[in-house]
T-cell receptor
Framework: DAGVTQSPTHLIKTRGQQVTLRCSPK?????VSWYQQALGQGPQFIFQ???????QRGNFPDRFSGHQFPNYSSELNVNALLLGDSALYLC?????????FGEGSWLTVV | AQKITQTQPGMFVQEKEAVTLDCTYD???????LFWYKQPSSGEMIFLIY??????QNATEGRYSLNFQKARKSANLVISASQLGDSAMYFC?????????????FGKGTRLSVIA
């Protein structure tokens, strides 16, 4: 049984560009959440998707947007990248209190 | 608002010894869950153990146990018989339940180094 899978694992972008990160949840999990983890910090909640709708959102600007597909997979899009967007982006899938994370996507903005 | 505090930025432990990682939390919600995750240098957050606020007994999962003291709002992780592979960042997290499917709130983490 595959766990949560994320792609790409590493990427480098230039300021002002746009990026799309992808997440496939663990089998049977219908809720997907995205977190940003800056260096030396704990993960910060970006938003959560359930039934293809954004259900909750953390304190992140509108440059951060997402989508959930009918198969529960999800995308995180970040527009107009800033140097401060450099971080590890973690996807978590859950059902009830069972919450599993993927290996993350390391984004570097130069 | 929920808050997690991990006061130990780094800890060292001798191989085969036990170690306790501290976590205190703050919430006004009577129903909540507490989680511990391990994060190796690869980045993946690995689920270790869960404790519900109404659980009567402390949670245990293999070499991991959670010392839950509700009145003191603490949820310390105890790792017994430390192994070199336990060297990693450890995060305490919580979520409230009365407000629906709330996201996890994390502490800043503790870096554990196991010494041979």
């Amino acid at each position: 049984d595959a766990g949560v899978t994320q792609s790409p694992t590493h990427l480098i972008k230039t300021r002002g560009q746009q990026v799309t990160l992808r997440c496939s949840p663990k089998s049977g999990h219908d809720t997907v959440s995205w977190y940003q983890q800056a260096l030396g910090q704990g993960p910060q909640f970006i938003f959560q998707y359930y039934e293809e709708e954004e259900r909750q959102r953390g304190n992140f600007p509108d440059r951060f947007s997402g989508h959930q597909f009918p198969n529960y997979s999800s995308e995180l899009n970040v527009n107009a990248l800033l140097l401060g967007d450099s971080a590890l982006y973690l996807c978590a899938s859950s059902v009830g209190n069972t919450i599993y994370f993927g290996e993350g996507s390391w984004l570097t903005v130069v | 608002a929920q808050k997690i505090t991990q006061t130990q930025p780094g800890m060292f432990v001798q191989e085969k010894e036990a170690v306790t990682l501290d976590c205190t939390y703050d919430t006004s919600d009577p129903s909540y869950g507490l989680f511990w995750y391990k994060q190796p240098s690869s980045g993946e957050m690995i689920f270790l153990i869960y404790q519900g606020s109404y659980d009567q007994q402390n949670a245990t999962e293999g070499r991991y146990s959670l010392n839950f003291q509700k009145a003191r709002k603490s949820a310390n992780l105890v790792i017994s018989a430390s192994q070199l592979g336990d060297s990693a960042m450890y995060f305490c997290a919580m979520r409230d339940f009365n407000s629906g499917n709330t996201p996890l709130v994390f502490g800043k983490g503790t870096r554990l180094s196991v010494i041979a």
